[in-house]
């Protein structure tokens, strides 16, 4: 079955370093979503991609917060600086749009920030 | 916006009964798509059951199904034979069927299968 690959699948580090989190989308799919999940906030969109292209990044803190795809097997969130309330577990999604299949979620990144 | 509620943050049933998990939703959409996940302890989000909102036939996946009442903009989903394995956190998400196709997610019900 194809995947979605996330790497880290946990990351520790101190605040202001910088984070970088990775993601392979399903081959073929043209879509890809950025979740984060919080205790506080649940499941919420932060951003995505359509055939690579930026649509919307209004759920991300814009000034330390950044996504990019720079190819079609490869996304990319980073945050710098990184803050405590950055901890998380950050996922990623691709699917196929337009199209009635649903998303297919890759096993998250568990976020510490101390 | 749309937004989905879950208002049973907890349930738990005996190991073989069945359980019903509760979702409402708000849109003024009337093409959209309603999905129940799973979310393990491994973290995973797995897919459990999806819901075309054009059709009026309740899905149904082996030993869970869902109660889909559009006018009440309501999606329940019913465990039947609770096994242990199905402990987990449970989402239900929206997605528009126009657009960006982004999910909504409730807040999640925890549910407990006690032996």
């Known amino acids: 079955d194809a995947r979605v690959t996330q790497t880290p699948r946990h990351k520790v580090t101190e605040m202001g370093q910088e984070v970088t989190m990775r993601c392979q989308p399903i081959?073929?799919?043209?879509?890809v979503f950025w979740y984060r999940q919080t205790m506080m906030q649940g499941l919420e969109l932060l951003a995505y991609?359509?055939?690579?292209?930026?649509?919307?990044d209004s759920g991300m803190p814009k000034d330390r917060f950044s996504a990019e795809m720079p190819d079609a097997t490869l996304a990319t969130l980073k945050i710098q600086p990184s803050e405590p309330r950055d901890s998380a577990v950050y996922f990623c999604a691709s699917g196929l749009v337009p199209g009635n299949q649903p998303q297919h979620f890759g096993d998250g990144t568990r976020l510490s920030i101390l | 916006a749309q937004t989905v509620t879950q208002s049973q943050p907890e349930m738990s049933v005996q190991e073989a009964e069945t359980v019903t998990l509760s979702c409402t939703y708000d849109t003024s959409e009337s093409d959209y798509y309603l999905f129940w996940y799973k979310q393990p302890p491994s973290r995973q989000m797995i897919l459990v059951i999806r819901q075309e909102a054009y059709k009026q036939q309740n899905a149904t996946e082996n030993r869970f199904s869902v109660n889909f009442q559009k006018a009440a903009k309501s999606f329940s989903l019913k465990i039947s034979d609770s096994q242990l394995g199905d402990a987990a956190m449970y989402f239900c998400?929206?997605?528009?069927?126009?657009?960006?196709?982004?999910?909504?997610f409730g807040q999640g019900t925890r549910l407990t299968i006690n032996p």
């Open positions: 991609f359509r055939n690579r292209a930026p649509l919307d």
């Open positions: 998400a929206y997605r528009s069927a126009q657009g960006a196709q982004k999910l909504v």
């Open positions: 081959l073929g799919h043209n879509t």
